[in-house]
């Protein structure tokens, strides 16, 4: 039974497309998160969500929106997708705050492929 | 990932112990993590160090942390086949309400054991 599941596994699309990437946690967290790695494995925080509520967004182009139905579920929607948004991104989860512990629960990560 | 550096790669023979080194720049790290990603795969927590600690030994795993350095390493002692994957070396900043889910990631250090 996955913890933290993200839907789909892999998107190519043409630029200027628009596209969502949704995930679920069945962890009971309360915080999720979007990270992004790029081509050189570098993984950097987009959002965090702490029920439903936005905590973190790191200078994120207005493109991306991130939407929490709620506390289980995460979903990224990018608008007018550009060759530059091409990379794995990860869904993960932990109970309260990170720093505590340490322990994000990653998903499997979406490859998006923007030609 | 430009606050904590990491070697991108490492080979080791089956059997031999692995070194793989981290230098960060927050002098206020709380935690230090080593994260492991296999192929495919989300990031999974392998370890963690509070910042007033100099080492944490679990089963194969060594973390030595030079605070004064700021240095990290993680030791695996008697190298498998199975711990070929990416290493991923985090740091997480003083505990604030900022600092949910913050953690700020290293590019990586591919390990490759050969039998």
């Known amino acids: 039974d996955t913890a933290v599941s993200q839907t789909p596994k892999y998107l190519v699309t043409q630029m200027g497309n628009d596209k969502s990437i949704k995930c679920e946690q069945n962890?009971?967290?309360?915080?999720m998160y979007w990270y992004k790695q790029d081509s050189k494995k570098f993984l950097k925080i987009m959002f965090s969500?702490?029920?439903?509520?936005?905590?973190i967004n790191e200078t994120v182009p207005n493109r991306f929106s991130p939407k929490s139905p709620d506390k289980a579920h995460l979903n990224l929607h990018i608008n007018s997708l550009e060759l530059g948004d091409s990379a794995v991104y990860f869904c993960a989860s932990s109970q309260g705050r990170i720093a505590n512990t340490g322990e994000l629960f990653f998903g499997e990560g979406s490859r998006l492929t923007v030609l | 990932g430009e606050d904590v550096e990491q070697s991108l790669f490492l080979s080791v023979r089956e059997g031999d112990s692995s070194v793989i080194n981290c230098t960060y720049t927050?002098?206020?790290?709380?935690?230090l993590y080593w994260y492991k990603q296999e192929p495919g795969a989300g990031l999974q927590l392998l370890t963690y160090?509070?910042?007033?600690?100099d080492m944490k030994q679990d089963q194969r795993l060594t973390v030595l942390l030079n605070k004064k350095d700021k240095h990290l390493s993680l030791r695996i002692a008697d190298t498998q086949t199975g711990d070929s994957a990416i290493y991923f070396c985090?740091?997480?900043?003083?505990?604030?309400?900022?600092?949910?889910?913050?953690?700020?990631f290293g590019a990586g250090t591919q390990v490759v054991v050969t039998p």
């Open positions: 985090a740091e997480s900043p003083t505990l604030t309400t900022d600092s949910w889910g913050k953690l700020q």
């Open positions: 969500y702490n029920n439903k509520e936005l905590i």
């Open positions: 962890l009971g967290h309360d915080t």
């Open positions: 160090i509070f910042s007033n600690m």
């Open positions: 927050d002098s206020s790290s709380t935690y």
